[in-house]
């Protein structure tokens, strides 16, 4: 009797968590998930709970997970970069004399000198991921090519009145909406990116503000990015929050999100990958931004990412084979991922503020002082820039070209089912 109350109980169990977490993939076991966990979060020096849910953990920086990748096993760190990065002036406090943007954790607590903050990865969160492989990981990008229709989805941007076919960007579940720039080799790019917090439709979809640079061929082409993000797989909740990303290969079987694979390196004791942040910028109110700069270091190869000019930390050179050397490709924009994309129904997942880029500033997202970085190490507006989106209908742009004080203003972003044009 007491093994048929065992086996009930059991099965009660598995199905909750098959509820709570309809996309967990249950072939792991419990021992599995724990040896990840393990992997994952490395012993604390201390802790710090947070208002928002999280646990960030104060790891001893020469423990940190990054130093678990074959190709770092030998690696030296570097503590800060070589040379003075080419920084813009961050503007501490908006129009009104608020705070720019800050971390939520934050205001619990600070890590000591010596350690560095991880976001604390939880049983939960592995258990909504596809699987083990996948946690933490985007899906390998399938453009329309692969799928035999890239006659019909075929795309082209004017750089220096030269038409460049970059057909290979239009991929079958990401809708992107953004400023991009080619004709050189770039070792760097910034952007002041507008925070908002965008609705999130289904349980798999994500969407984010960011800027990327790329190298190498399109169908395995090298990238670091990074801005902000509202991913409710990936962190349990719909908060926005500053991220981080890498890959070798497309996507493929390479790189993650922040540090839930090894590759990242990171150096400040005072901002988390992953943590959220706020306050939130609001229609016809407050605007909030955050300033994402990200840098080759040309000595040691290295890429250095800046939050509000504060050094995080690289992705070592080690991890790559094109961009050790430089980029040639930058975006500025947003993304949706979705498999509810192009599609009707379409996800009504937004961009952005949610609304349309024509709305322009206090309505619309915008990223403001883009710039990027040459053989000069200066920071400078594009020579040569042109928009680009997969669905002007459901996610547009603007580059607005007005007489600001530090160049034109990029906008995207929207929502579908607002309009008859994206139902």
Sequence with gaps: ??????????????????????????????????????????????????????????????????????????HTLQLRPSINLPTQKVDKRNESGRPVVIQTWQKNGTCPKGTVPIRRIRKQDLLRAASLENFGRKSPEISYAAKGTEANNSKFININNTKIDIGGLSTVDRSAAVLVTVGYNYLGAQGDINVWNPNVDLEDDYTTAQIWLKGGPGDS??????????????????????????????????????????????????????????????????????TISINLDPNSGNWWLQYNNQVVGYWPASLFSVLKRSAILV?????????????????????????????????????????????????????????????????????????????????????????????
């Design 221 to 290: 082409f090298e990238s670091v990015e990074s801005g902000w993000m509202v991913n409710p797989q990936l962190y349990g909740d719909k908060r926005t929050r500053f991220f981080a990303y890498w890959t070798a290969d497309s996507y493929k079987t390479t790189g993650c999100f922040d540090l839930t694979c090894t590759g990242f390196v990171q150096t400040d004791p005072q901002i988390a990958l992953g943590g959220s942040i706020d306050p939130i910028s609001s229609i016809d109110g407050q605007q909030y931004q955050m």
């Design 1 to 74: 009797m007491k093994k048929i109350i065992s086996m009930i109980l059991f099965g009660m169990v598995v199905f909750v968590l098959n509820g709570v977490h309809g996309n967990a993939n249950y072939s792991e076991s419990l021992s599995e998930i724990d040896g990840r966990l393990k992997l994952l979060n490395k012993p604390a020096v201390k802790s710090i709970r947070s208002e928002d849910g999280d646990i960030i953990d104060c790891v001893d920086i020469y423990k940190q997970p990054a130093f678990d990748h074959p190709a770092l096993r030998n």
């Design 331 to 423: 975006e500025w924009g947003g993304q949706v991922f979705s498999p509810k994309v192009k599609t009707t129904p379409h996800t009504r997942t937004a961009m952005g503020s949610g609304e349309m880029a024509d709305t322009l500033l206090g309505s619309a997202c915008y990223i403001k002082n883009i710039r990027i970085i040459d053989n000069s190490l200066q920071l400078k507006y594009p020579e040569w820039v042109s928009t680009w989106g997969d669905e002007k209908d459901c996610y547009s742009v603007v580059n607005d070209e007005k007489d600001y004080k530090d160049g034109p203003v990029f906008f995207f972003g929207g929502r579908p089912g607002k309009s008859v044009y994206c139902p």
